[in-house]
């Protein structure tokens, strides 16, 4: 079985590179991004922005494994914009992160090979100066429980330094906690303990 992913490596806020070649200018940025959606926001927001611009290419890839990824050219010769972008980003092992590239074209030509360098550098000069964090994966539960038991669940959180992000006290205890993803399996054998426990795991984070 392979070893679980704890740690993924971003970037904290967005940062920017330029890159100037025959004319034409090239402004990369680079921002934190955690779905397609958001990626879709981002690059309507950057065009708003740019709307004089003659191409915003851009790529992104999101996710613990990495594996959902998109790069995409905006009308520039095929693979000689998204690509190299996408390149950097696997270059500097990030995900959760989208950098679009936009081109003010300065009336020379660069050719493919040229266009490949100027988006390549571009991404490359955000990433170089962008703010990179590791971030640690928890898993989110949902626990639920008798008053009885609460010392006991209380003590357990206390001796594995686990957080309780959201608590209510009715009729019985519901807890929403944060479990570092490494600890998940250890911290579920450990609920088996205490019989009235009904525990969700909400996933990873």
Not at 76 to 96: C, K, V, Y
Not at 146 to 159: A, H, R, V
Not at 174 to 180: G, K, M, Q, R, T
Request: glycine share 6%; with cysteine.
């Amino acid at each position: 079985m392979s070893e679980v992913q704890c740690t993924y490596r971003t970037i904290r806020e967005l940062s920017t590179g330029i890159f100037k070649e025959k004319g034409s200018k090239f402004i990369a940025l680079a921002a934190p991004c955690y779905s397609e959606e958001e990626a879709k926001q981002l690059l309507d927001q950057w065009r708003k922005e740019h709307h004089q611009s003659r191409h915003l290419c851009y790529a992104y890839r999101l996710g613990l494994d990495k594996n959902i990824f998109r790069a995409n050219d905006d009308g520039e010769p095929n693979n000689s914009a998204g690509i190299p972008i996408l390149g950097q980003i696997q270059s500097f092992d990030l995900t959760n992160i989208l950098v679009g590239v936009i081109r003010y074209f300065g009336g020379t030509k660069l050719g493919v090979g040229g266009l490949v360098q100027a988006y390549k550098t571009a991404a490359k000069e955000s990433l170089e100066v962008a703010d990179i964090i590791e971030v640690e994966v928890f898993s989110h539960f949902e626990i639920e429980f008798n008053y009885d038991e609460m010392p006991g669940i209380m003590n357990l959180l206390k001796q594995r330094k686990i957080t309780i992000s959201t608590q209510r006290f009715n009729e019985d205890c519901y807890l929403e906690i944060n479990v570092e993803l490494n600890k998940t399996h250890e911290f579920e054998m450990a609920l088996k303990d205490f019989k009235s426990v009904v525990c969700v795991n909400k996933g990873m984070y």
